[in-house]
């Protein structure tokens, strides 16, 4: 083979690296780090979009979220959204960020 076309291949790959590959890992670290560090008293969304309130986590990864009055659900950790989360009540984001730089 040509040796310009294994450098081209080998660019090839490392700019679909660069591109795709490495930011879809960084999400995944980033909403996995935000599933772990939910707590109790946090307003989040869910993937299906459903909005509430964490009334309190268990060890197995699971939670319960207060969607209204006296309403509430068992979801998984993993079923909350991050993005959403973040969209929905940005001001608690900023307060958690504030902390963490202090």
Not at 41 to 64: F, Q, Y
Not at 70 to 87: F, G, L, P, Y
Not at 89 to 97: D, I, Q, R, V
């Amino acid at each position: 083979m040509d040796p310009i076309i294994i450098v081209f291949y080998g660019a090839l790959l490392v700019v679909i690296w660069f591109f795709f590959i490495r930011p879809q890992a960084k999400k995944a670290k980033e909403q996995a780090a935000f599933v772990v560090a939910i707590d109790k008293g946090a307003r989040v969304v869910t993937t299906g979009g459903i909005h509430g309130k964490i009334i309190k986590t268990d060890e197995n990864g699971s939670v319960l979220l207060e969607i209204d009055n006296n309403v509430k659900i068992r979801i998984e950790k993993s079923a909350i959204s991050m993005e959403m989360t973040q969209q929905a009540y940005p001001t608690e984001k900023k307060a958690e960020l504030a902390e963490e730089k202090k």
